[in-house]
C-alpha cells in the first residue's frame, strides 16, 4: 500500500514514528509493508519518492527543521506543490494531517478531492474537511468507488467512531454526550492542582495536545467541530457551527474551579449532541459521576442507545502518538 502523507507535524510525525518503530510487527501480524510516497509540509518542503521515503530518515530531517535535510536518492523529487505531489505520487491512500480550518477546511477539502479524483482512499486527523464538507466527501467517494475515514478527527485514536458505526451497527444511538477536547480538560485538571491558567496552557502546547491555534481549543471550537463530525457520523446530521450553543473556559477561574472543588464538583467542559442540535458548555460535574474522573488530556464519550442503554468510551483525546495511531487504525482497516 502506497501512502501520501500531507500535514508533516504533530501528528503526520506521531504515526511515520509508529512506522518507523512498528514495521516488524506491523508486516509480522497483518502483512503490512506499507510505502510513504509522499509527505508535504506547509513551509518546510515537500518529498516523493515512488520507492518509498524512509520513516526514520524523514524524522531526522524534520527534526533538522527542514525536509532539505533528507538524503539524496535516486527518483527523488523535491518541493513540489501539493496538489502536483499527489496527482504524482500514485498512492493508493492519502493521509490528511494538516491544521484544521473549521470555516473553510481549505486547503485539504481541496487535496481530499484531489486524491478522491486520482482514485486514492482519503484518512484524515484533520477536522475540517469532515466538518464543513461531510456530505460531499462522502458522495464523491462513493462515486469514486473510495473510502473516506476520519477515525482520529474525534478522540484521537481512542476509537469512538469505529464503536459508533461498527461495534454498536443495530442500536440507534440517540445522543452522544463528552468530554471531547483534551487541551481544556488538561488545562482544567492542572488549575485544580494549582497551576497557573498560562502555565498549564503552555504545556498542553509543548505535549502537542493544543491545535495551531490553541484558541480554538479553549474557546469550544475544536470541541463543537468534533460534536459536528459525530452529528454528521452518527445522525447523518449536517450542522454548521453557527447551529451549535459553543461556550469555551475562558470564563473559568481559578476562583470558579476552587469553589466547585469545595462543592465536590469539577469542572468539565462538555459537548452534547442529537439529531437534534448539539452544545458544547463548561459544566460543573458532580465527583461521584463517571466523567468527573476523566483528568488531563483523556476524553469521553457516551453513547445513549436504544438497545444497550449508555455506553462509555474513555480514552486518549489528543497527542502525537496517540493522534498517529488513529490513521494507522483507518489505514489497517482499509488494508
Ligand atoms: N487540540 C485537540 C485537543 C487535539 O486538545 O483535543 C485533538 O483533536
Redesign the pocket.
Known sequence: MKLALIGFGTVGQGFVEILRDKSTDLKTRYGFTPQLVAVATRSRGTLLLPDGLDPARLLTAIEAGHLHHYPDAPGLVRDLDVPALIRASGADVLLEAGPTNLQTAQPALDYCYAALDQGMHVVLAN?GPVAVAYTDLQARARAAGKRVLFEGTVM?GTPSLRLAQQALAGCTIQAARGI?????NYILTQIEGGMSYAEALRQ?QALG???ADPTA?VDGW?AAG?ALILAAALFDRTFTLADLDVQGIASITGADVAAAQAAGERWKLIAHVTPAGGSVRPQRVPNTHPLAAVGG?T?AVTFTTDLLGDVTLVGP??GRRQ?GFALLADVLDLL
Not at 180 to 184: E, K
Open positions: 477536522k484521537a471531547l477536547n483534551g487541551t481544556t498542553a495536545y493544543a491545535e481549543d475544536d468534533k488530556a476524553n483525546g489528543a493522534t
